[in-house]
């Protein structure tokens, strides 16, 4: 399996959990594009979201990691645009689920709830669950009509 380029975004609230992503997904061989922030000095989501989405729109990364206070900021952006599937994910079962039933191409991770050691099984799992297709690419095609 292609080991997929990873657009990499946070806030301030999110910037800790998303330097230990970065350390985490460097460490397994992931090719990151990281849109920042650099520090944990107060900043506005979607001005990090937004570009990291639309290098995955672009076909520039394959999947996105985006990470807030909450998770939910990051996912309301990431999921205005058609064709994202972000899922707000706060542990590995949900992870997996993301993929197998939805093929959610955008983790989005609270900072303020997870450490490394969540936030490594979860990026495990995520990257390494395929899509299982069948009755779910039915309903995700009805998702694509809905963004028509």
Known sequence: MKRPVVALASDHA???LKEIAKEILNEIGISIQ???T??????DY?????PAIASIVAGKA????????SGIGMSIVANKFPGIRAALVSDAKTAEM???????????LPGWKLGRPEAEEILKV???TEFEGGRHQRRLDKIRDVEK
Request: with cysteine; charged share 30%; proline share 3%.
């Open 38 to 43: 650099d520090s944990d000095a107060s900043v």
């Open 62 to 69: 394959d999947r996105g990691v985006l990470v807030c206070g």
């Open 126 to 128: 995520w990257l390494g």
């Open 34 to 36: 990281d849109f920042g």
């Open 98 to 108: 993301s993929r197998k039933h939805n093929d959610a191409n955008v983790l989005v």
């Open 14 to 16: 999110g910037f800790r």
């Open 46 to 50: 979607p001005d990090y979201a937004k």
